[in-house]
Each structure stands twice: as C-alpha cells, then as structure tokens.
C-alpha cells in the first residue's frame, strides 16, 4: 500500500466550512510530499465517493472532517457515509467529529482498519463571529483547529498514531500555558478556552 | 496520612449533590466569559447563553461542559497542566 491520503471536507454548515478551510493546509502538504491526494470536497463527500475511491485507492490515511455519533459518520448534508459495517482495510484513520470514537471507531479497527484516531464525546469549536467568511483568520477557531491538524500532519511526516496523538496534545498544553500568559490576546485571555485544553484528552 | 480518595469525574456527575455544586461553580465561571463567546458543538452553535442553558439544564452538552471545567480545575490545582512538556 503505497502512502496515499483520502479526506473526506463537506462545507454544508459553518463549523464544516470551517473544517474544509483549515483541512487546506493538509492537502498542500500531503502535495508538497508527492502524497497522492483523493481529496472528497464538498458534494462529492457522500457515501458512493467514498466507496469508490476507498475501495479503488486504498488510501494510507484517511482524514475524515464531518458530523458523527457513536456508529454513524457523515458527509455533505449529514447524509451517513461510514457506518460500523464498512470496511476501511490497513488505513490509519483520523476522524475530526463528534463521538465516533465511542463505538465506530472500534468497529472499523475491527473490520481492517489499522488504527483509528477520534473523539468519544462531542467536538467543540469556538470560533469568532466577525470572521466566519474568514476561517483561516480566525485565531480563536485555530486554538482548536490547528492542533486537530498537527495529528494528520504528523502522520504525514511518517509518524506513527501514537506520536501524532501526542503531538496534537502537546500543542494543545503549549496553546492553554500561552493563552493563560501574558502574551495571550485579550480575548484568549478571557476566554481561556481551557474546554479547548479539555477537548483533546 | 491523608486517607482522602479523590472522586472520579464520573462519581462526582452522579451524586446529586456534588453535582449541583459543581454545576454552580461552571454556571458562574461560565458566566464571567465574553458575551461574544460562540462555541460550534456538532451542528449546534452555541452562544454564551446557550452555554448555561445546556449546563442548567445538565444535558450532554451540558455535562460534557461540566466534565472538561473539573478536569481543567483539577489539573490546574495539582500542577498538572503546567508539567506537561
């Protein structure tokens, strides 16, 4: 199995804009490593992609953005894609989305699937009003996004899951000692955001 | 000695009591946040308000809120956030 990433972005509501926009830099960087990239953006995040291109490319890694629960994960409109009889064979799995890691998690490791990385209760996002048709400058939205993206980046960089979770966590502590320093923003500083801290272990 | 066993987070959301202590310290920590803080949870969007009204009412979202501001106060107490390298 040659190292391949699918990522699965839809963009139907704002928190999956947000998603799709920060998941940008993944894909440039899966690019810039000469990483065969099936990037299912938008509409084309549905369940027959999906199929297709797992079942066609077998892709290394796959990167899921979207809405979940504990045996379901979704793509554009919340339409199901995933559910706890499919079958994502040898692939290291990150999954961006509430919950999944309750229950679909095990049963995708149980059905192939090398090693699944996700959340087992809901995921939060702050995220700041004036900038929601401007994602990528959204500072607050990054304290979550950022670290959520160092997991895939780190496996892109040929690290294993363990390393990748770590290293996600890690910037997460680095980001709360900054928020609570002196060099925070204001707004960080008030917020704290520590649910952020919370969010990822 | 000091024979005191820490409750779990879970202990701590189940007994009645405790909860509802708990659950007055986040109101009131939550309160002191900014107006303009928005909180995307799965397809919700959630202002401050929105905040105490899942944790008044100790919902998922609610408890949830709960679980990660103890964790938070626990770590914050015993050193823990700040060990981490």
């Not at chain 1, 379901?72 to 919950?99: M, V």
């Not at chain 1, 997991?151 to 996600?168: D, G, I």
């Amino acid at each position: 199995m040659s190292k391949s990433i699918l990522v699965t972005r839809p963009d139907h509501d704002l928190i999956t804009k947000y998603f799709y926009i920060w998941s940008q830099e993944i894909v440039d960087l899966a690019k810039s490593k000469n990483i065969e990239v099936y990037d299912l953006k938008g509409k084309k995040s549905n369940e027959k992609e999906f199929i297709s291109y797992m079942s066609i490319h077998c892709p290394s890694i796959v990167f899921l953005n979207g809405h979940g629960s504990a045996n379901i994960f979704t793509g554009y409109d919340n339409q199901p894609i995933i559910d706890s009889d499919s079958i994502l064979k040898d692939a290291i799995i990150y999954a961006r989305s509430c919950e999944v890691g309750q229950n679909l998690g095990f049963k995708l490791i149980k059905n192939g699937a090398k090693t699944f990385i996700g959340y087992k209760r809901k995921f939060f996002c702050g995220y700041t009003p004036e900038k929601i048709t401007k994602p990528l400058e959204d500072n607050i939205a990054g304290l979550f996004l950022k670290p959520s993206n160092l997991v895939v980046s780190t496996l892109l960089k040929n690290n294993n899951a363990e390393e990748a979770h770590n290293r996600s966590r890690g910037q997460m502590y680095k980001n709360f000692r900054r928020m609570v320093s002196s060099t925070a923003t204001f707004e960080e500083w008030r917020t704290h955001f520590r649910w952020v801290f919370y969010l990822f272990i | 000695m000091n024979d005191k066993k820490e409750n779990s987070i879970e202990d701590i959301i189940l007994d009645p009591e405790l909860s509802e202590q708990l659950k007055n310290l986040v109101l009131e920590r939550v309160s002191i946040m900014p107006d303009t803080l928005r909180m995307s949870v799965g397809s919700d969007e959630l202002t401050k308000n929105d905040v105490l009204k899942h944790v008044k009412e100790g919902d998922d979202i609610g408890n949830q809120i709960m679980e990660m501001e103890l964790g938070f106060l626990r770590d914050l107490a015993s050193g823990a956030v700040y060990s981490y390298e």
